[in-house]
């Protein structure tokens, strides 16, 4: 006796599946500019790759007989595949079948997928659209009471941060839990006029606020890069899925792996002659940080997250002779570089990334000092200061920081964690000390500079003698600072720490779990 009946069966119950909300809701989908979770699915992952589980998970309708008359999928489809052929575990929303609404969902889909990804070891990316599995009032009609909330799960969500990378796309209007979701990952993406974000979505705000808002004013992508909610806003979603892919291959499937070491493109000895000037000799101008990063990482490896957000320190991953690093550089187009609050909370989420996924630290250091004054104060900077600082202190992963200019203060002070041996050069450029002499000459020599018959010339004497004894050469005689360096030479030097760092690296779980 043959089992293809069984078989027919199956294969229509996935053609019912595989039909999601319908052709209509399929339609109003593509009419919005926004693909199926189906099409999302086979563009993100391997040709072919896709394996899914839950196939035939849904509401089925039956029949007088309890023959199957129809089967409506939950609005979840998950599964496994391959990411430039390294496995991953992925999840998408299914915003045709009723919008992403909790009543859609069976919630031990989108749990399932979480607990196979932590417990193999392997990266899970989150395509979410709508509620994400989150609440309804219309769950109340259904079930004829009204629950107390709970996240069944997210325990999982939690282990994630600290076990595998974790991917988080917005591909729509995304509100409540599948907020949650989307913000409780290692890296988040939302697509540009097409993506929206918020706690509550319009029609919530909208009853509460004499202010009435559309979808981009409550929550779009500008506003969420710039409140480091999200991480990275592309014009498309074939761009999302290429962010994706970019950002895993810079980290192991989990933490019990070092990250791999990519192609060798690049000559180690590569020297850029335009290092030499790229700092101006007047400390008030500026400069532009990112082709400095640029012309010493490996070229075109430079992948940056959080541009909007905590601007005076720039983010991103990049390749040292093929090795992924985790770089970190101070921007002095913003407020000179000084660290806002919410710069500080970038760095310590950063840091905490890096370590994590075990990944050398390399910081090009600009830093006068924590931002002052009273708008300072009143965001509680030396808080934030002080959890940036802690997050260095507690990392274990090797260090390569360049004083290319200033390193002043408390802030300045964080630029390594000084209780492990480290590489730390600086550029001839350099300057430090424990605050910039510019601001505190007249706070320490008050008396004798309103004791001069000529202050202004007294201050100026003052001035030439404390700037050559701060010569980055001074400190370099006490051993202060370890070596100073021609700019030139710095790629050929972090090439030479990524060689000696990759066996040191280390792996399994960081001492504290990376929290969103």
């Known amino acids: 006796m043959s089992w293809q009946p069984e078989m027919d069966e199956l294969r229509r119950r996935q053609e019912m599946t595989k039909r999601m909300g319908g052709a209509d809701k399929v339609k109003r989908q593509h009419d919005g500019g926004r693909l199926t979770v189906r099409e999302r699915i086979d563009r993100l992952l391997d040709e072919g790759s896709f394996r899914e589980i839950g196939s035939v998970a849904g509401k089925a309708e039956y029949d007088g007989s309890n023959d199957l008359v129809d089967l409506t999928p939950a609005n979840v489809v998950m599964g496994r595949g391959k990411i430039d052929g390294r496995h991953v575990a992925v999840t998408g929303d299914d915003f045709t079948v009723r919008g992403g609404s909790a009543d859609a969902t069976i919630k031990e889909k989108s749990n399932f997928v979480e607990r196979y990804a932590n417990q193999y070891r392997i990266p899970v990316i989150r395509m979410i659209e709508g509620s994400g599995g989150g609440g309804s009032v219309k769950t109340i009609e259904t079930t ?28 729509g209007s995304v509100a409540g839990l599948g907020a949650a979701r ?71 499937s989990s933490v019990h792996d070092a990250p791999p070491r990519g192609p060798v493109t690049d000559d180690p000895a590569r020297r850029e002659e335009t290092l030499f000037d790229a700092i101006p000799r007047e400390i008030r101008k500026v400069y532009r940080i990112r082709p400095i ?55 310590t989420r950063f840091l905490d990334l890096a370590e994590t996924f075990h990944l050398p630290v390399v910081y090009f250091c600009d830093c006068p000092g924590f931002l002052i004054g009273l708008e300072a104060e009143k965001s509680g900077v030396i808080r934030q200061g002080v959890r940036a600082m802690s997050s260095m202190f507690q990392t274990t992963v090797p ?18 964690n000084g209780s492990r ?29 309103d004791a001069a018959d000529d202050p202004k010339a007294k201050m100026s004497e003052i001035e030439d003698r404390l700037n050559k004894l701060r010569s980055p050469f001074r400190s370099a005689e006490s051993f202060w600072i370890e070596e100073i360096i021609d700019p030139r030479d710095t790629r050929k030097i972090l090439c030479e720490f990524v060689d000696l760092a990759a066996p040191v690296r280390g792996s399994g779980p960081a001492t504290l779990w990376m929290r969103p």
């Open 293 to 347: 990063v640029e012309k010493v990482v490996d070229q075109g490896s430079f992948f940056e997250m959080g541009r909007l957000y905590g601007r005076s320190v720039v983010t991103g991953f990049a390749r040292v002779d093929g090795w992924p690093v985790a770089v970190m550089a101070s921007d002095p187009m913003f407020y000179g570089g000084g660290w806002t609050s919410d710069t500080c909370q970038k760095v």
């Open 182 to 252: 989307l913000a409780a990952t290692h890296y988040s993406v939302m697509v540009k006029e097409i993506s929206a974000m918020f706690v509550a979505g319009p029609p919530v705000v909208n009853r509460l606020s004499p202010k009435q808002y559309d979808k981009q004013e409550l929550g779009g992508w500008e506003i969420q890069l710039r409140a480091g909610a999200i991480d990275e806003a592309v014009d498309s979603e074939e761009e999302a899925f290429a962010a994706a892919r970019r950002f895993l291959s810079y980290l192991p």
């Open 421 to 449: 041996v480290n590489w730390r050069y600086a550029w001839p450029s350099g300057r430090w000390g424990s605050l910039p002499l510019e601001g505190g000459i007249e706070a320490a020599y008050r008396a004798d500079i």
């Open 399 to 416: 260090w390569c920081t360049f004083i290319i200019r200033n390193a002043f203060g408390v802030a300045g002070a964080a630029h390594q």
């Open 144 to 171: 004829g009471r009204a629950n107390v909330p709970g996240v069944a799960g997210w325990e999982w969500t939690v282990r994630n941060m600290g076990a595998v990378p974790t991917v988080g796309l917005g591909l």
